[in-house]
């Protein structure tokens, strides 16, 4: 079975990078540029997991989190919050708002991919 992904990032280098990294490693992927985008591509689709990155313009990820997990069609859906953000209490806030996983940049394919598979058992 195919795992599709979908990665919100604002930044495109990011967003190619992430994307590239979980392509080389068989995942589908699809890219959103912001919050509202992925919020619409996540009902469509229905992705297996959902990478976002937490500042960003419009929606920030923390507010997609709860934007995802309140809706019916996505509520089930794994989220991994990636972020420049590196305290405990990011961390925590994270969790708060409905993530499943918590991974600061920079980060490791390793990283990146283990974080993915954890999610998708």
Known sequence: MTTTVL???DMIAERELISHYLR???????GAASGD???DKAISIKPDVVITDVVMPGMSGFELCRNLKKHPATASIPIILCSSKNQELDRLWG???GADA???KPFT???LVRAVKSMVI
């Open 24 to 30: 080389q490693s068989g995942y589908v992927v699809m």
């Open 7 to 9: 990665v919100v990032e």
């Open 37 to 39: 985008e992925a919020l």
């Open 95 to 97: 969790v708060k708002q």
């Open 109 to 111: 394919r390793e990283q």
């Open 102 to 104: 918590y991974i600061t």
